[in-house]
């Protein structure tokens, strides 16, 4: 069971998770691939605005969605942002 | 009238169902037009990445070079996507090269703006700041147009890691808005992975080949060093750094520092490289060690340009010392033999002189004794060099029979009574009783007896020459018959003792002794002969002037076994016959 802080916890690491990629994948590409995962609700700036369902799931679901696209890259990306955030896990960091 | 009332509604609802029909029709062939037309999408973009990937693989060949894949993949753009330009940033050491392709045309704040983009990409990917870095630029295609100023207004970036590592990025950008928002560019992501894999891999076995590589040139015996075509060092092997005496990681001064004061390593690398003398082989003397330094250019093989360039030092101190020992021989024998022929020229020329008429028949007899006790001295130093010439070319033959050892060793010390007793020497012989019969070649042992007793009488100026012979025991069981010669002479330095029974034995220890002559061959041939009956020698000495005694086993007959053929005979104890000897018995 999330507690209220853990889901803005979540929002707050897949916003910075998405903003991370716009920078380095460029904003269409990081948004466009952010926006596939029905879970999530994301603005132009990209920020996560709302998670629907298990927050967990739908981080895993970005972070695949973002290895795909640049593989090792993303992962240390996630691995490093996972650190400010002790109390989330992923399954795709590692 | 109802007729006609049927009849109208059956026309219209026709009409109504033909337009449905036609309506329905329509949309499915709509809709399977969309589906064939999605795809012939997905197929040309399919064909499109299979195509880029196999010119990747065909032109990066096992160069590993991330420009390639890069450049491969920013040139294939064009046929998928529309963009103003396409721009890539190498990461190389600390330095970073961006080139940019215009394809249409666009102002330098543009392309300033796509700089800073890939920078702040690149320092998010690397986790450190890269945006004051030293920054290569190159920008080609396109005239650039200064008048116009859009900025970017889409972009997206492909980053190509290899091995794990990252090795630049590849940045696509337009001046339109709302490009690359669809899954055109996902394509582009997928031969960048796919590429980065098959490099990766790649890599991976070339590395480990590289290890093996480096393991081997690690443990050659020889020093190994080799430098790029810029003389950066590539490997200074273990070897080569124990011979030179530097540190574990040597850097290039280093090595040229150790050489100082022998040749200028880097002045001969020049030439080398140069072509003013592909190879070069010289000599040096360094930390007591001889060392034969060749140095040759390494070229490519296809382009046949040179690449780099390889230096061996071969450690020759023991060969060299060798080399003199086989000269100093060489002059020892030169002399040894000389000597006796201008003895016996010179007897031969007083015989002359005088007349042999009109010598007396005692002087005459005194000048022939000394032309035959000369000549017999050189025979002997001719019979060891031709020994030492069998035993060298494999022919020496040593052939077994069971005989009384205790005969031998008599009959010898009975023939050098005369010596022993013209030198005031007296001798001791303990023979142990019933000794048992033993497996050894007489004529070779009588040859043993004769230089082990020559030399206690050669060494010893005052005193006594003890022979012993008896069963050797291990726990009470015979195994072979031990001899011993013991002398008061001169005795032997400890660390004298092993060098006596090699060839150059006499010339290494110094034991020469000047009035005597001999061919210092004589305990080499001895330990040749003892080794080949299946014996072994050693010699004891309590140090100079302590006196010496040399020991030799023979195997007893009864522990001799006949091989499978039953013809030859062969001794046991595992102590081995030398393959230089031949041992076929010839008689019972």
């Known amino acids: 069971m999330n507690t209220l802080s853990t889901i803005e916890d979540y929002q707050s690491l897949l916003s910075d998770l998405v903003k991370k990629q716009m920078v380095m994948l460029g904003p269409a590409v990081a948004l466009t691939n952010a926006r596939k995962i029905s879970a999530l609700t994301v603005a132009g700036d990209g920020s996560v605005t709302a998670i629907s369902g298990d927050p967990q799931a739908a981080l895993d679901a970005l972070a695949n969605q973002y290895m795909n696209l640049s593989g090792q890259i993303a992962q240390a990306t996630l691995a490093s942002l996972l650190e400010k955030y002790p109390q989330i896990k992923s399954q795709t960091s590692g | 009238m109802d007729i006609t009332i049927s009849l109208a509604a059956v026309t219209i609802i026709g009409t109504f169902s033909g337009i449905a029909g036609y309506f329905l029709m329509r949309s499915k062939y709509k809709r399977e037009l969309a589906k064939g037309r999605s795809r012939e999408a997905e197929l040309a973009t399919k064909v499109y990445e299979t195509a880029v990937l196999k010119e990747i693989g065909e032109r990066i060949g096992y160069s590993l070079d991330a420009n390639k894949i890069i450049e491969i993949i920013s040139g294939s753009l064009g046929q998928l996507l529309p963009y103003s330009t396409v721009s890539h940033m190498i990461l190389k050491d600390d330095r970073i090269s961006f080139v940019t392709n215009v ?115 690690e443990s050659l015996s020889d020093g190994v060093l080799m430098v790029d075509k810029n003389y950066q060092l590539i490997v200074a092997n ?64 296809r382009r046949q340009k040179p690449i780099g360039l390889v230096v061996l030092f071969h450690d020759i101190t023991d060969a060299k010392a060798l080399e003199k020992l086989r000269q100093d021989f060489m002059a020892m024998m030169v002399h040894e033999l000389r000597s006796p022929l201008t003895s016996i020229k010179s007897t031969v020329a007083m015989i002359k002189s005088a007349g042999v008429g009109t010598l007396g028949a005692e002087d005459l007899g005194k000048y022939l004794q000394n032309i035959a006790s000369t000549s017999e001295t050189m025979l002997d130093l001719v019979n060891d060099l031709l020994d030492v010439a069998k035993v060298e070319a494999g022919k020496f033959d040593i052939v077994c029979d069971r005989g009384d050892l205790g005969e031998v060793i008599l009959e010898r010390i009975e023939s050098f ?41 050669k060494y010893t100026d005052a005193g006594t020459v003890k022979v012993l012979a008896a069963v050797e025991k291990v726990n009470g069981a015979p195994i072979d018959i031990l001899v011993s010669v013991a002398d008061t002479g001169i005795g032997i330095e400890a660390d004298q003792a092993d060098v006596l029974f090699s060839k150059f034995g006499q010339l290494e220890s110094g034991r020469g002794h000047g009035e005597l002559k001999s061919s210092g061959l004589g305990l080499y041939i001895t330990k040749k002969i003892v080794e080949g009956v299946g014996g072994k020698i050693w010699v004891n000495s309590a140090g100079a002037g302590a006196g010496s005694t040399f020991f030799f086993t023979v195997p007893l007959a009864a522990g001799a076994k006949r091989d499978q053929a039953g013809q030859n005979l062969v001794v046991p104890q595992g102590q081995g016959l030398l393959k230089n000897f031949t041992t076929t018995k010839v008689g019972q």
Do not use: C
């Open chain 2, 103 to 217: 394809n249409e045309s666009v102002s330098h704040s543009f392309i300033n703006d796509v700089r800073g983009k890939m920078l702040a990409a690149l320092s998010e990917m690397l986790m450190e700041v890269k945006l004051d870095v030293d920054v290569d630029e190159s920008i080609s295609g396109a005239i650039l147009d200064e008048s116009g100023s859009l900025p970017v207004a889409s972009f997206f970036n492909l980053p190509i890691v290899i091995s794990g590592r990252l090795a630049g990025i590849i940045n696509v950008a337009s001046k339109t808005e709302g490009l690359y928002v669809g899954d055109d560019t996902a394509v582009l992501y997928r031969i960048a992975i796919g590429a980065s894999e098959a490099v990766s891999r790649l890599q991976e076995v070339l590395e480990e080949e590289k290890g093996k590589l480096a393991a081997a040139v």
């Open chain 2, 417 to 457: 009574k005369p010596q022993m007793a013209a030198r005031g020497l007296l001798i001791e012989v303990d023979i142990e009783k019933d000794l048992p019969a033993a497996w050894f070649d007489k004529v070779r042992i009588k040859q043993v007896m004769n230089n082990l007793l020559s030399n206690a009488i």
């Open chain 2, 238 to 301: 273990k070897k080569l750094r124990q011979l030179l005496g530097t540190i574990e990681s040597p850097k290039i001064f280093d090595i040229v520092n150790a050489l100082a004061g022998t040749f200028d390593l880097r002045i001969k690398m020049e030439e080398v490289m140069s072509g003013a003398e592909p190879v070069a082989s010289f000599e040096i003397v360094l930390h007591d060690k001889v060392l034969a330094v060749s140095a040759a250019r390494v070229s490519s093989q």
